[in-house]
């Protein structure tokens, strides 16, 4: 059996109402041998300030992993272990798992939002 780790990648925006702009995200899929980094990355034309990553295990909710309020700011969550991010400029928030491993095959969500306010109750059923 080959060790792979699989990352999806797909788009996830929270807001409501109508959005002229989008949160782009790439690779939109990938295949990856345990032990070598993935770098996803995370782009919004919004010009919103919050940017996050969350991910998803097979059966489960969202957890996050980390967050930025602003640019060079980047919070973690307890899930952060394994991975890493970075905020350089505005639109840009990339992801890399730092070594693969066949316990983070997951889908990765982007998300971009204008307000600041810490969303972290959207996820409070999933704990």
């Excluded at 990352?7 to 929270?14: D, H, K, P």
């Excluded at 032990?35 to 990553?53: I, K, N, P, R």
């Excluded at 109750?121 to 999933?126: E, I, Q």
Aim: overall charge neutral.
């Amino acid at each position: 059996m080959c060790n792979q780790v699989i990352c999806c990648v797909a788009l996830c925006l929270f807001g409501a109402g109508t959005v002229a702009g989008e949160v782009t995200q790439t690779p939109k899929y990938l295949l990856k041998k345990e032990g070598g980094a993935v770098t996803l990355e995370c782009e919004q034309d919004f010009d919103y300030d919050s940017m996050y990553w969350y991910r998803q295990d097979p059966g489960l909710g969202l957890r996050r992993i980390f967050f930025s309020q602003v640019v060079k700011d980047v919070q973690e969550e307890d899930i952060a272990k394994g991975y890493s991010a970075s905020r350089e400029k505005k639109p840009f928030f990339p992801l890399t798992v730092t070594s693969a491993q066949k316990n983070q095959t997951a889908l990765y969500l982007c998300a971009a939002s204008r307000d600041t306010v810490n969303q972290s109750h959207l996820l409070s059923a999933h704990k």
